[in-house]
């Protein structure tokens, strides 16, 4: 830390982070701040003290102007400290980089110091008021020198120091890595606070979409692989525990009276877990296929609306001891970002219990609104947003509801059958060698994984004879939407058209990325698409469940009127593949899911 002035990077992830950086590097620096921070009570003007660089988000040319006086600081010897991701990861994934700070550190003449934080985000819960006690660990990476940068390398300038970021955050076992500086702070004891995910009383609109379409299919499902198989009382303890961090596990959803606005969620007074967590037994020899079809028949079962929207299976007799684990979402609760989100919030760091960890009360039951209430509440949208209130109900409920076969032109005539057995089918690759492949063609590892479904596609049309050259499929790509509820956000759907004539596959890597760039939230769902397909922000490190190493996880995303829906989930330093099929779509799964494996491999090759 020695290197001064320089711009100091940090990976954002609490509240906590200022603090760290605070007690790092002791003196002798100011910051950025977004516009909006000089008016709040307190800190604006401690802001103001120490002259932060106030930026205008929405003003491209006014921002470069409010970072001319760091600029200025820079030159005369303080040092800048600036978070690249811009705001607070929605997951303990590291987000992308924005380029303002690189900016600033190229004019200034002065180096990059990345400082990457491990674990604060655990320590102050996303939301949360309170601190718990523990350790926070943080790794200093060398100097990065930025006096020979040009303007036009900059993105794989940018790209270099996130990818250290990454090795570092990918590399982490458990304990303190090598040149950590530990920084200790807050309340001993456990603390009372649940965690602020999905929160709000009452369902937004495409969320009561969902749930007003009346199918108890539209699920979400993770599946993790735990090793070796947990306790039984572990297990049954840590899904208690997990009912008071997280409120919306013991609430349901409750319809006003004359439907007089949005559903809402209602707490109830005692929670059935064994209701909603199943323990089964595969007969020998165990395999993974056989786990895979019992998760499938799992995840094809309706929840029961009556209940709290989520239910888990433990799949035990696995060859080697270890178990399968999966756990599906009602999609009216969140999206996959979302879940998979709260799952790393409630896995642990170790396979030793956490004397400290929140330990909340059973969350009060919530009531629903009486329909006096609820048609209050709906008239006075209505009087005072009559446009917004009554054309967003009708835009959701158009965007969600829409049937699959609304424009069945859409579909490629090879795909086109609906209503087969649901499959289930994982694949996994490394990272790193994904990363790479996918760099190497100048695109980003969702780029990479979004070219081999691409590829795979192209070769199952290739395989029944289907001209690729006058062929498109209509893929579904989630946009996001924002922040909402602390929960890191919904997922849009957008459907766009891919070509199946690109054979090189960095090639398609590119065209990927243009793809991508060029799209953004639709009024069309997910539902009009042949495939779906999603890249999920993941886990980064090692975590535990009820005791158990989670080696692997993999999403399976529910099938939305489509033929497949493809995912991937960083895990670990794994990039883990869920594929869901309808076999009346996809007549040969065994040839598309070798496609997807041989995109993949051609991807990582492109590294090599």
Known sequence: MSHRPAVFLFNHQSQLDVIVLAKLLRGGFTGVAKKEAASIPGFGAAFRLADVAFVDRSDTTAAKAALAPAVQRLREGISLVIAPEGTRSVTPALGPFKKGAFHVAMQAGVPVVPVVIHNAGELMWRGASTIREG??????????????????????????????????????????????????????????????????????????????????????????????????????????????????????????????????????????????????????PGTHRQLLDAVAEFAAAPLDRTRPLWAALLVEGLEGGAAGYAVKIHHSVTDGVGAVRLMGMLHSRSAEHDPHRPEPPVPPVRTAPSAAGALARLGADVLTHPVDTVGGLVRSAARVLAPPADAPERRAPLLAGRGGVRRAEVLEVPLADLRAGAAAAGGSPTDGFLAAVLGALRGYHRHFGVDVDDTTVALGLPVGLGAQDGAGGRLAGAVVRAP?????????????????????????????????????????????????????????????????????????????????????????????????????????????
């Open 500 to 608: 199946l004539t690109v054979a090189d596959a960095g090639d398609r890597v590119r065209t990927v990325r243009e793809l991508l760039l060029s799209t953004g939230p639709s009024d069309t769902s997910g539902s009009g698409a042949d495939v779906q397909v999603a890249s999920v922000p993941g886990i980064g490190h090692p975590v535990w469940f009820a005791g158990s190493r989670v080696s692997r996880l993999y999403p399976l995303g529910p099938l939305a009127g489509c033929a497949a829906t493809v995912t991937m989930v960083a895990h670990d330093g794994t990039a883990c593949v869920g594929i869901v099929l309808d076999d009346a779509a996809v007549t040969e799964p065994d040839l598309f899911l070798d496609g997807v494996r041989a995109g993949l491999a051609e991807v990582v090759a492109l590294g090599r």
């Open 135 to 284: 350790t926070v660990q943080v790794t200093v990476l060398p100097p990065v020198d930025t006096s020979d940068w040009r303007a036009d390398e900059l993105d794989a300038r940018v790209a270099e120091v996130r990818a250290g970021y990454l090795d570092v955050l990918d590399q982490r076992e458990v304990g303190a890595p090598r040149g950590t500086v530990e920084v200790t702070t807050g309340p001993r004891g456990p603390v009372a606070e649940p965690l602020a995910w999905e929160t709000a009383a009452e369902m937004d609109a495409d969320a009561a979409a969902v749930w007003r379409s009346g199918s108890a299919r539209s699920t979400l499902t993770l599946l993790e692989l735990l090793d070796p198989a947990p306790d039984p009382d572990r297990l049954a303890a840590a899904h208690e525990w997990a009912s008071r961090m997280v409120p919306r596990m013991r609430q349901v959803v409750a319809e006003p009276a004359l439907g007089a606005g949005p559903p809402v969620w209602a707490g109830v007074e005692e929670i059935d877990l064994d209701h909603h967590v199943t323990r089964i037994a595969l007969p020998a």
